[in-house]
C-alpha cells in the first residue's frame, strides 16, 4: 500500500521507526509547510520524493494513504483537501479541534466512499487485547466501574526544551502546552473504553489549568488545560473516571472494577505493559450474620487475630499470560518507543480485504466527542450529552476467545 505523509514534526518519527514492522506499507513521499524540514525529514529516512505543495501530494496517483501528522489546528483542513482529492486518510489525534468538523469528515468520507481513521491504535496491542479477551470471557464478572490514569508529571520543572527524536525534531512544546492535556492524551484510554464497553452516553468533566507559566513562549490566555477530570457513563451502565494531568506524578495504570475482581494494567500507553488480576474475597456470604467482637474480649480478639487473615488474605494481583508476545517493544520503556505504525497497517489491511476498519471513521468520531467533552473551557465543568455512536469492534484475530 502506497502512503505518504503530510507533516514532518516529531510524531513522524515515531511512525517511520515502526514502517519496517510492516513491509507493506511503501512510504512513496512527504511534504511539510516547512521546505527545509522536509528535505531534512527526508535526508534522513531516505524518502526519494519531497514534494513542493499539498496539492502536488494529492494530485499524485500512486498515494492511497494520506498520513495526516500536522500541529492538531490543521488536521481538519489537510484532511478534508486528502478526502475531497479522493485519498483514504489516517490522522493523528483528534481528527478535529471542533466536533461538528469531526463529523464533517466522517460524513465527506463515508459520501466519497473512502476510509477515514486515526490515532492512537494502542487498542490493537496486546495489553489492551488481553484485557478485552478477559472481559470477554468474563473473568473479572460483571464490570461496574473503571478508574484511570494518565499524569505525566510536573512538565514545567522538566527539560522538555531539550527532548528531541532521532532525526533531530524537537518536541511541539507549544501545541502541546496550547491544545490541552486531555486532548493530547486522554484518547489513549477512551479508545480501550469504548472499544469494551461500547458507546458512550454523557461525560461530566472539569478541567483547569494549574501551571500557567509552564513556557514562556505560550501566552497564559493561550496555555490549554494541564489537568482535567472526567466522569464516561456508558450506555451498557459501566462508569470511568477518567484523571489527565501534567502536574500529578507520573501514572498510567488502568483499574476494571467487577464482581469476581479487579483487571488491572501498568500503563495503558505501552502495548504490552503488564495485565494483572486480582480476586476478590468476600468474607461473609450474603444472608450470614456477621459477628461483632467486642475489643474487651481478649479471648475472641485472639480468635479473630489468627483467623481474619485467613478468611481475608487475597492473593494479590496475578498476571494474565499475554494474548501473544510482541515483537516490537518491552515494558518498562520510553513510551514514545510504541508500534505507532500498526494503525495504518489495521487500515491497509482493511481496505485490501474490503472490511471494515477496526478503528474506523465513527468509531474514532466517538472517541473525538468523548475526548473534547472530557476538556471543558478552562475552570469551567459540566456534562455533555453525547450524540455519535459506533457499530462493534471485532477483537484482532489473534486474540479472539
Known sequence: MHIAIVGCGFVADYYMSTFPNYPELEVVGLMDRDPQRASAFAKFWKISRVYPSLDDLLNDPRVEIVLN????????????????????VYSEKPLAMIFEEAKALVDLAEKQGLSLSGAPCSLL???AQTIWKA???????????????????MLH???????????????PNVDEFEVGVALEHAGYCVTWLAAFFGPARSVTAYAS?????????????????????????????VVARLTCSLVATHDHTLRI????????????????????????DIPHKPGRRAVRIQPESKILNGAWNFLAPKILRQPGPMPIPPVRESKFDSYPR???????????????????????????????LHVNEIVLALQ?????????VITSTFDPIAPMPWAES
Open 69 to 88: 501528522f500536522t500541529n492538531p489546528s490543521s488536521h481538519y483542513s489537510v484532511s478534508h483537501a486528502a478526502l475531497t482529492a479522493g485519498k483514504n
Open 125 to 127: 496491542g496486546e495489553a
Open 135 to 153: 472481559l470477554r470471557q468474563g473473568k473479572a464478572g460483571k464490570t461496574r466501574m473503571v478508574y484511570a490514569e494518565l499524569d505525566e508529571g
Open 157 to 171: 520543572l522538566m527539560d522538555f526544551r531539550g527532548w528531541t527524536t532521532s532525526s533531530g525534531i524537537p518536541w
Open 209 to 237: 489549568c494549574q501551571v500557567p507559566e509552564k513556557d514562556s513562549a505560550v501566552a497564559p490566555d493561550r496555555m490549554g488545560a494541564d489537568f482535567s477530570v472526567g466522569v464516561i457513563e456508558f450506555a451498557s451502565g
Open 257 to 280: 472494577f467487577g464482581d469476581a475482581g479487579v483487571l488491572s494494567c501498568k500503563d495503558s500507553w505501552m502495548y504490552n505493559s503488564p495485565v494483572y488480576f486480582e480476586r476478590l
Open 334 to 364: 520510553n513510551t514514545h518507543h510504541m508500534d505507532f505504525a500498526r494503525g495504518v497497517a489495521e487500515q491497509a489491511e482493511a481496505l485490501r480485504e474490503s472490511r471494515p476498519c477496526r478503528l474506523s471513521a465513527r468509531f474514532m
Open 376 to 384: 471543558p473551557p478552562r475552570g469551567a465543568s459540566g456534562t455533555r
